[in-house]
């Protein structure tokens, strides 16, 4: 198979051969680079500028058993943007004429959108690390009695909270609460 990218896809494709439904396009035609692409996102190592690539879905279960039934995709390329993949032909051509405004604005959105989430994720799970590490310093000063217990109310706002405090293993429970929301992506 060598090389390839892969293509998030909105709904499932059903491999004729075994039933597997796939959730992901692999393609050559982006560069090989690894990495994933949803609708939307800009391709910058695309074989095209703007057209349709003709895909063949490859399937994870039965690796295309039956090659003959392996179905046939169009990925529709409009400015390096990733604009839809289609089953019909007719189709990914009426797509690939109707881009507009409007449709990237929303890509846009969505991208911002999922960028903050990210963000937010990213600095979530930062503060409840840092504080976990804080407060593991700061019982080993007081331990050796370094330090005074801090118990004020205005320092407990920055300690870990009593879930993961208390948790028989707090480093656990902090990747318990800050879950993937996907996998991850190109890692
Ligand atoms: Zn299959």
Redesign the pocket.
């Given at each position: 198979m060598g090389m390839f990218d892969t293509i998030k896809l909105a709904e499932p494709l059903v491999?004729p051969?075994?039933g597997?439904e796939e959730s992901t396009l692999q393609t050559h035609h982006f560069g090989e680079t690894l990495d994933t692409y949803r609708v939307g996102m800009i391709v910058p190592d695309c074989s095209v500028l703007t057209g349709i690539l003709l895909e063949t879905s490859w399937?994870s279960?039965?690796h295309?058993?039956d090659m003959e039934a392996a179905p046939q995709l169009y990925v529709v390329i409009w400015h390096s943007i990733l604009v839809a993949v289609e089953w019909k032909r007719e189709e990914a051509e009426r797509k690939l004429a109707a881009v507009d405004r409007l449709d990237l604005i929303e890509w846009v959105d969505q991208m911002q959108r999922e960028a903050s989430t990210w963000r937010r994720n990213y600095h979530a799970l930062r503060s409840d690390l840092a504080r976990w590490r804080e407060y593991q310093d700061e019982q080993k000063r007081s331990a050796a009695g370094q330090a005074p217990p801090t118990n004020s109310p205005l320092r407990k706002l920055f300690m870990p909270d009593d879930a993961i405090r208390h948790a028989a293993d707090p480093l656990a429970a902090i990747l318990e609460r800050h879950p993937p929301d996907d996998e991850p992506e190109g890692f």
């Open positions: 491999c051969a075994c597997h399937c279960a039965c295309n058993a």
